[in-house]
């Protein structure tokens, strides 16, 4: 029996592989149900790594069928409003909603493989080589083979490190308006088909376009890592905090925030060293943010987390004995998840810094005209 803890994406996508290839799996999560909480904002899946590991759980179609159409495209500002570069998408990387992502998966495996309302409170190695894993519910499983799929504060990681996620020093407040092309059809227009990015001074306000005419926002800013416990018990909260911060922005731009039809979000970003890794444990490893938790800025995390389910399943299917396979699994992982955070990390301070937007917008040029070069070639 292999054990899973955690029902996101990487989670999904190992329990996908392994039970379609005959493997006895089961998944323990925290949520009461698959539509407990909203799952967050949209997601551009990467050709190497998020499409291969759909592909590998045969489920690619049916994510064509979810994608929103031009999505991908990108639009960069400053914070007078003025546009600094302008993409169409390409559909190189098709933009997805988080949540429809994972309802897909989820209705990809039978009923019962996934255990719901399952928040696991304590995880301990036996003497016997097993796990045993107590939940507060008062259920205790005890398994030879454990995956912490469980996320950034993850209860599995301490049976192989003491390292843990460490505060950028930045902060988003998340904002959401629904409706938009007959209640916000400025902002609307702002954001375009896909993504904004207004940045200026080392803030920024970062929005995007999800399906049913909605759009969810961020303003992003430095701050101490107390900042949203401090503020929400403060008058006015955090809306009022984040409308000094951004006083002289172009308002429109500050709107798609200021006009949230719902409480802003105190979301403080962390992330685990570049380049951590940690001595094999016999019997237990780790997938996505639980291994290599990073900034959002390098479109990285969620595609990392479903390539990790699926060359793990692949491994596990592969190898005679669990050991050989996360062995295997982990010397593969490592590497490449040390140069996706060195390139979230580079992400950050490409858009954080006292010269923004240039820096990202050099950087998205660069890459257009490597693109065209290797177009040319091929």
Same mark, same amino acid.
């Not at 990073?294 to 595609?303: L, W």
């Not at 479903?306 to 005679?320: F, T």
């Given at each position: 029996? /292999?054990?899973?803890?955690?029902? %996101?994406?990487?989670?999904?996508?190992l329990?996908r592989?392994l039970?379609?290839? *005959?493997?006895?799996?089961?998944?323990?999560?925290?949520?009461?149900? @698959?539509?407990?909480?909203?799952?967050?904002?949209?997601?551009?899946?990467?050709?190497?790594?998020?499409?291969?590991?759909?592909?590998?759980? %045969?489920?690619?179609?049916?994510?064509r069928g979810?994608?929103?159409?031009?999505?991908?495209?990108?639009r960069?500002?400053?914070?007078?409003?003025?546009?600094?570069?302008?993409?169409?998408?390409? +559909?190189?990387?098709?933009?997805?909603?988080?949540?429809?992502?994972r309802?897909?998966? /989820?209705?990809s495996?039978?009923?019962?493989?996934?255990?719901?309302?399952?928040?696991a409170?304590?995880?301990a190695? @036996?003497?016997?080589?097993?796990?045993?894993?107590?939940?507060?519910n008062?259920l205790?499983?005890?398994? +030879?083979?454990?995956?912490?799929?469980? %996320?950034?504060?993850? #209860?599995?990681?301490?049976?192989?490190? +003491?390292?843990?996620?460490?505060?950028?020093?930045?902060?988003?407040?998340?904002?959401?308006?629904?409706e &938009?092309?007959?209640?916000?059809?400025?902002?609307g227009?702002? &954001?375009? #088909?896909?993504t904004?990015? =207004?940045?200026?001074?080392?803030?920024?306000?970062?929005?995007?376009r999800?399906?049913?005419?909605?759009? $969810?926002?961020?303003?992003a800013?430095? !701050?101490p890592?107390e900042?949203?416990?401090?503020? =929400?018990?403060?008058?006015?909260?955090?809306?009022?905090?984040?409308?000094?911060?951004?006083?002289?922005w172009?308002?429109?731009? &500050?709107?798609? &925030?200021? #006009?949230?039809? !719902?409480?802003? /979000?105190?979301r403080?970003?962390?992330?685990?060293?570049? *380049?951590?890794?940690?001595?094999?444990?016999?019997?237990?490893?780790?997938? *996505?943010?639980?291994?290599?938790?990073?900034?959002p800025?390098?479109?990285?995390?969620?595609?990392? !987390?479903?390539?990790?389910g699926?060359?793990?399943?692949? =491994?596990?299917? =592969?190898?005679?004995?669990?050991?050989?396979?996360?062995?295997?699994?982990? @010397?593969?992982?490592?590497?490449?998840?040390?140069?996706?955070?060195?390139?979230?990390?580079?992400?950050?301070?490409? $858009?954080?810094?006292?010269?923004?937007?240039?820096?990202?917008? +050099?950087?998205?040029? *660069?890459?257009?005209?490597?693109?065209?070069?290797?177009t040319g070639?091929?």
């Amino acid at each position: 029996m /292999i054990t899973i803890l955690g029902a %996101g994406l990487g989670g999904l996508v190992l329990a996908r592989i392994l039970h379609i290839s *005959g493997m006895d799996v089961r998944v323990f999560e925290s949520d009461a149900s @698959a539509s407990a909480r909203h799952q967050g904002g949209m997601l551009d899946m990467h050709v190497e790594s998020g499409q291969a590991a759909l592909k590998v759980a %045969g489920l690619y179609e049916q994510f064509r069928g979810i994608v929103l159409e031009e999505g991908d495209a990108l639009r960069v500002l400053d914070k007078t409003g003025r546009v600094h570069l302008a993409e169409a998408g390409n +559909d190189l990387r098709p933009e997805v909603e988080r949540g429809q992502l994972r309802a897909m998966l /989820i209705a990809s495996l039978p009923e019962g493989i996934i255990r719901w309302g399952h928040r696991a409170t304590a995880v301990a190695a @036996a003497a016997d080589g097993t796990y045993i894993v107590t939940f507060t519910n008062g259920l205790s499983i005890r398994t +030879d083979v454990l995956i912490g799929a469980d %996320g950034a504060w993850s #209860k599995v990681r301490p049976l192989l490190t +003491d390292i843990r996620p460490v505060y950028t020093g930045l902060s988003f407040a998340e904002a959401r308006l629904t409706e &938009v092309s007959s209640h916000f059809p400025e902002q609307g227009e702002i &954001v375009g #088909k896909g993504t904004v990015m =207004a940045l200026s001074e080392r803030k920024g306000i970062l929005a995007h376009r999800e399906p049913g005419d909605v759009l $969810c926002s961020y303003a992003a800013f430095e !701050a101490p890592a107390e900042w949203s416990a401090e503020v =929400a018990s403060k008058a006015g909260g955090l809306l009022e905090d984040v409308l000094m911060r951004f006083s002289d922005w172009d308002r429109p731009l &500050v709107d798609l &925030v200021a #006009k949230s039809e !719902a409480p802003l /979000i105190a979301r403080p970003l962390f992330a685990l060293p570049v *380049g951590h890794r940690w001595t094999r444990g016999p019997g237990v490893t780790l997938i *996505g943010d639980a291994a290599h938790l990073m900034s959002p800025f390098a479109g990285e995390g969620a595609n990392l !987390a479903m390539r990790d389910g699926a060359e793990l399943a692949q =491994a596990l299917l =592969a190898y005679d004995g669990a050991e050989a396979a996360l062995a295997a699994y982990e @010397a593969v992982m490592f590497a490449r998840s040390e140069s996706a955070a060195a390139e979230s990390a580079t992400g950050l301070a490409l $858009c954080f810094n006292d010269q923004a937007p240039h820096p990202i917008v +050099d950087f998205f040029l *660069g890459m257009r005209s490597e693109a065209e070069t290797a177009t040319g070639a091929a």
